[in-house]
T-cell receptor, first 118, second 110 residues
Framework: GAVVSQHPSRVICKSGTSVKIECRSLDFQATTMFWYRQFPKQSLMLMATSNEGSKATYEQGVEKDKFLINHASLTLSTLTVTSAHPEDSSFYIC??????????????FGPGTRLLVL | KNEVEQSPQNLTAQEGEFITINCSYSVGISALHWLQQHPGGGIVSLFM???GKKKHGRLIATINIQEKHSSLHITASHPRDSAVYICAVWGETSGSRLTFGEGTQLTVNP
């Protein structure tokens, strides 16, 4: 089955530093990738929709200058948390939409990246 | 009121029991997704359905479009089934964005 990978799986950083998270579709092309964050005991919250070759679409309340998204190829999207602060500590999950399948709704999730900002 | 509501929020069962998790939604949808999230955090897609019923191993998912309701059943539950089960829908007007339920925490005791 289709696989989405994320790197790193876990990162601890100091407050004020920037952290980059990669999301890759390993065996399919993904023109659209989604970035979510999840706080403990809560459901996923969509942060932004990343489209290959164009600017990401951010959800209301998500700072685009804080969470930089780059979708440079059909298999890679990156999320950079700039000047991270402790309140950015969360679980970040990406998903990728397989547009080659018979059903456009097919979406695959990455394993997530746990970010801890000290 | 959330557009997608799941019940129960928490469920504890003994190994071997039949499990049912319910999902109700209030918007028109093009498809519904059942997801499984293990304690490590990774999410696995279990089913995607827009009508009828699907079965995979011990898992069965059903959907009733008229009643805006879906159920996920687990037969002969096992401790390894312990996870959070999440219902998510593609709304007819939301494009490719998923709307998620709050999740159901399932614990299966040996």
């Amino acid at each position: 089955g289709a696989v989405v990978s994320q790197h790193p799986s876990r990162v601890i950083c100091k407050s004020g530093t920037s952290v980059k998270i990669e999301c890759r579709s390993l065996d399919f092309q993904a023109t659209t990738m989604f970035w979510y964050r999840q706080f403990p005991k809560q459901s996923l919250m969509l942060m932004a929709t990343s489209n290959e070759g164009s600017k990401a679409t951010y959800e209301q309340g998500v700072e685009k200058d804080k969470f930089l998204i780059n979708h440079a190829s059909l298999t890679l999207s990156t999320l950079t948390v700039t000047s991270a602060h402790p309140e950015d500590s969360s679980f970040y999950i990406c998903s990728a939409r397989d547009v080659s399948g018979a059903r456009w709704e097919t979406q695959y999730f990455g394993p997530g990246t746990r970010l801890l900002v000290l | 009121k959330n557009e997608v509501e799941q019940s129960p929020q928490n469920l504890t069962a003994q190994e071997g029991e039949f499990i049912t998790i319910n999902c109700s939604y209030s918007v028109g949808i093009s498809a519904l997704h059942w997801l499984q999230q293990h304690p490590g955090g990774g999410i696995v897609s279990l089913f995607m359905l827009s009508s009828g019923k699907k079965k995979h191993g011990r898992l069965i998912a059903t959907i009733n479009i008229q009643e805006k309701h879906s159920s996920l059943h687990i037969t002969a539950s096992h401790p390894r089934d312990s996870a959070v089960y999440i219902c998510a829908v593609w709304g007819e007007t939301s494009g490719s964005r998923l709307t998620f339920g709050e999740g159901t925490q399932l614990t299966v005791n040996p």
